[in-house]
């Protein structure tokens, strides 16, 4: 899998910073996962918060998976794309009322639920609208997912997820309850992971879980592993590990009879299928640094300033020849707006080409309209 950047010619006089998404790309990763998930028997529901551009959901759709929504938006967004509400999950700490009725009234299959306030809202929303919710318990099975604290969700004290001493209580609630029926349990440990043993250890204490309720007598049908397969953003030609992966859960997990296994991956789909394209403003001389100073800012993508992220940069203008040390930062009023400090490019002139890769994943999905700066457009191979 090669992603492949247009030549800059091909750009012409489009305004930039633009995202571009190989197409190519994302459809090889769509195959893998779709191979991969079928043979084990899984259900993928691709968690649109990753990237919720309409032409990158349609194309998702079309492979069959459901969608993980954390929005009432992004569940419209998602349906309008082609995903079935029967394939519909809603999760997040905060659903309002109004989104809670919007997801009944389209009858999506669960609600991914963190805490009992929750479940006796959605209960008594559901009874006036003379529905029973399907709901899974969000449990926190406080594994440590070794990433950047910020995309760290399993740890104590989380606003994430009910806790396994909060279950027993839960599951009384649930006993008062008429218009929820609980069909499955949920766990998102954290995202951007590479250390394949913190998903051995999810598994471990999802196969502990699942025997705590086996023992209460309650049959779970769904067991959701959430996301957060992590991608390699210094080789963007390297496709997510997904054989390994399935691998994994196919070994560790002990699933009983009549049950199915879910999973909710974002970035390991979209990451590595787009990227950033700017130009290069000005070159500006410092005592030791030479700052690139681009069109794209933290508006654009702020994964750098907000967890401080390494995308991999290049100048799509220039190769070979002589190379210098960058800062490569954006115009926006804030020091965090860097993209990178120290990156080793083709000496880079005014208008050169730039391209921020593995940007597919929340990027596009991540910008903002600080400065009074433009969302940037899209564009597709296949636009070129
Ligand atoms: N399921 C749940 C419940 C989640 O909260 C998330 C991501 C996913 C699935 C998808 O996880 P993924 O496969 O993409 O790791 N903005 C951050 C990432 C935030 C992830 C939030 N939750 C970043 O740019 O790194």
Redesign the pocket.
């Known amino acids: 899998m090669t992603t492949m950047q247009p030549a800059p010619e091909k750009f012409g006089d489009i305004i930039t910073p633009f995202y571009y998404y190989d197409l190519n790309t994302l459809r090889a990763t769509l195959d893998t996962l779709k191979k991969e998930s079928e043979s084990s028997g899984y259900k993928v529901?691709y968690?649109v918060?990753?990237n919720y551009n309409p032409r990158i959901l349609q194309t998702i759709s079309t492979y069959g998976f459901g969608a993980?929504c954390?929005s009432g938006n992004e569940i419209a967004a998602a349906i309008k794309a082609g995903f079935k509400p029967s394939e519909t999950v809603f999760?997040?700490v905060g659903k309002t009322d109004r989104e809670i009725e919007a997801a009944l009234a389209a009858d999506i299959s669960c609600f991914?639920c963190e805490s009992i306030p929750e479940i006796e809202v959605i209960d008594s929303l559901a009874a006036r609208l003379n529905k029973t919710a399907r709901i899974a318990l969000?449990i926190n099975p406080h594994v440590e997912a070794h990433t950047?604290k910020?995309?760290t969700?399993a740890v104590e004290e989380s606003k994430?997820g009910i806790n396994t001493w909060e279950l027993d209580s839960v599951v009384s609630k649930l006993g008062e309850l008429e218009n929820v029926k609980l069909t499955g349990i949920?766990f998102?440990i954290?995202?951007?992971?590479t250390m394949m043993s913190v998903f051995k250890n999810l598994c471990t204490k999802l196969n502990d879980i699942q025997k705590w309720f086996s023992s209460k007598g309650i049959f779970i049908e769904t067991v959701n592993v959430?996301?957060?397969?992590?991608i390699d953003y210094d080789d963007p030609s390297k496709p997510p590990p997904f054989e390994e992966y399935f691998a994994l859960f196919r070994k560790h997990t002990e699933l009983l009879p009549g049950q199915t296994l879910h999973m909710?991956?974002?970035?390991?789909?979209t990451?590595q299928c787009g990227s950033l394209i700017s130009r290069t403003v000005f070159i500006k001389n410092g005592k030791t640094t030479r700052f690139a100073i681009i069109d794209a800012g933290m508006t654009d993508l702020?994964?750098p300033a907000?967890?401080q992220?390494r995308h991999k940069i290049e100048n799509l203008s220039s190769s070979g020849g002589k190379t210098c040390q960058y800062d490569v930062v954006g115009p926006v009023c804030e020091s965090s707006d860097t993209f990178a400090q120290s990156v080793e490019l083709p000496e880079t002139q005014r208008g050169d080409f730039i391209a921020i890769r593995s940007a597919g994943?929340?990027?596009e999905?991540?910008a903002s309209r600080y400065n009074l700066r433009n969302i940037p457009a899209s564009y597709f191979s296949d636009d070129f």
Not at 226 to 230: D, K
Not at 264 to 269: D, I, K, L, N, Y
């Open positions: 529901h968690a918060k990753s993980d954390v999760a997040g991914n969000r950047h910020y995309i969700t994430f949920h998102h954290g995202s951007q992971i959430g996301g957060g397969l992590g909710e991956p974002g970035r390991s789909v990451g702020i994964r907000l967890y992220a994943a929340y990027g999905a991540m």
